[in-house]
């Protein structure tokens, strides 16, 4: 099993930055390393379907992103630290959201939400305009 946990979010102006921060743990990792597997980074805002955002695979892969967000956004992990970042630049009023981490132990990148077995519980970002 693993266990998710995402932090960061908050309220900020249009043009401005967050970091999102999702901490991975569990007992899964001692057979299965963290670096086996496949972070993502989902967002659902008010009556809309959750989206994908960006994911990233094993290093060495270059991340994948979804186009409302690609040159503003980047995803980052640390495996030492069992933790994948989301950083977030120019924000628009149109990225308020709660945004999820997800993951799921593959070595291909996965934007279909049903592709991903691990959710966190999210963290609500608004930006004002």
């Known amino acids: 099993q693993v266990l998710l946990a995402e932090s960061g979010g908050g309220l900020v102006q249009a043009g401005g930055s967050l970091r999102l921060s999702c901490a991975a743990s569990g007992r899964s990792f001692s057979t299965s390393p963290f670096s086996t597997y496949a972070l993502g980074w989902f967002r659902q805002a008010p009556g809309r379907e959750r989206e994908f955002v960006a994911v990233?695979?094993?290093?060495?892969?270059?991340?994948d992103y979804s186009d409302s967000v690609k040159g503003r956004f980047t995803i980052s992990r640390d495996n030492a630290k069992n933790t994948v970042l989301l950083q977030m630049n120019s924000l628009k009023p149109e990225d308020t959201a709660v945004y999820y981490c997800?993951?799921?132990?593959?070595?291909?990148?996965?934007?279909?939400?049903?592709?991903?077995?691990?959710w966190g519980q999210g963290t609500q970002v608004t930006v004002s305009s």
């Open positions: 997800a993951a799921v132990r593959s070595y291909l990148r996965r934007r279909k939400e049903d592709d991903y077995e691990y």
């Open positions: 990233i695979a094993f290093s060495g892969v270059a991340p």
